[in-house]
């Protein structure tokens, strides 16, 4: 069953166009991994596929339904985890849970028994009666996670949930998609650590200024670019090195400088390393040399030029 789908979905912020007619669909009991860059459009491809935003074209369809997608039974299954942490920090986290659990309509016992289930779930229930202002990052995204599953939604989505907290609230969190998923939750995660995805995604798809670029299982994006083999250079001098005589060498496919890195994916089994390395010294110093098995990344960077995340992040 599809639990959400778009079809030929544009949205600009006035000229400018953050969806560039986003097609996807997305089936009962997945683990969607939404991967893109900075500004790639992830969020407001959440914000109109949830309603928060209207599209300026296109068809939206949740849960079966497309005359009227955001209906309040509709809303009911549906759970938002968003990228800025919204929680009262004023309220201890027990009571926090409670406003959100009271704004979907639960009452009295089950309410609190919602309530304690979603504190254990995220590993808070120590913390229940603590004022989250004192809270680590991590501490307070659990506690966010935990407002958008008091009502058991059927459909998760969260918008980069581990950014910025520590590994023990990350592994948390990755542990806790799985367990959703196990439970029968269909969950939609935007990331751009492509290593997340590879973790917990049981099919990925990949967009870029606004369009989906490349979608499949993790195993599947790699098998894309397994005809090719990518050599890194770390180099004392970037800027100075002829991209363009590179790109020239035979089997060269493409050649991407960042930083100090210079990135040269040639078809497999050219044996050209000699010559690219000879050019390479031919203008500076190599401090280092590395070629790695392809991965998410990999795909991102061929299909795109582009690495998903900036260096030093
Ligand atoms: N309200 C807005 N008005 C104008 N431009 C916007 C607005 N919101 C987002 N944008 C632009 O639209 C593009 C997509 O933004 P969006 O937040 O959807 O990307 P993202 O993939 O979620 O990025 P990030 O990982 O940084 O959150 C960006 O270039 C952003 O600057």
Redesign the pocket.
């Known amino acids: 069953m599809t639990i959400a789908s778009m079809q030929g979905v544009l949205k600009r ?2 000229s ?1 166009v ?2 560039d007619y986003i097609d996807l669909d997305i089936y009962e009991g997945e683990i969607v991994g939404l991967l ?12 109109t596929l949830t309603g928060m935003l209207p599209a300026d074209k296109g068809k939206i369809s949740l849960f079966g339904q497309s005359q009227n997608p955001f209906s309040n039974a509709n809303k009911e299954k549906l759970g938002l985890v968003t ?1 800025e942490v919204a929680i009262f920090e004023e309220l201890t986290a027990k009571e926090c849970l409670h406003f959100f659990a009271g704004v979907y309509g639960l009452r009295g016992e089950e309410k609190k028994r919602r309530v304690a289930e979603a504190l254990e779930f995220v590993g808070l229930t120590d913390q229940a009666d603590k004022i989250p202002h004192k809270f680590s990052g991590g501490m307070k995204r659990r506690l966010n996670i935990a407002c958008a599953l008091t009502h058991r939604p059927k459909f998760l989505i969260m ?2 949930p581990t ?1 910025g907290i520590d590994p023990q609230s990350r592994n948390h969190i990755l542990e806790s998609v799985k367990k959703l998923r196990d439970q029968g939750t269909t969950l939609l995660y ?1 990331t ?1 650590y492509m290593e997340e995805v590879q973790e917990v995604a049981s099919r990925v798809i990949i ?1 870029d200024q ?1 369009q989906v670029i490349k979608e499949g299982t993790v195993q599947q994006l790699i098998q894309t670019i397994q005809h090719e083999e990518k050599v890194k250079f770390d180099v004392s001098d970037p800027d100075i090195i002829p991209l363009d005589k590179l790109e020239k060498i035979t089997g060269v496919r493409q050649v991407i400088a960042s930083g100090s890195q210079i990135t040269v994916i040639s078809a497999a089994g050219t044996g050209n390393l000699d010559r690219i390395l000879s050019v390479v010294k031919e203008y500076s110093s190599v401090l280092g040399i590395q070629a790695d098995k392809p991965n998410l990344e990999d795909v991102f960077l061929t299909l795109t030029g582009k690495q998903l995340r900036d260096k030093g992040e």
């Open positions: 912020y006035g400018y953050a969806l893109g860059p900075n500004g790639a459009g992830k969020t407001t491809l959440i914000q990228q918008d980069e950014v935007t751009h967009i606004g």
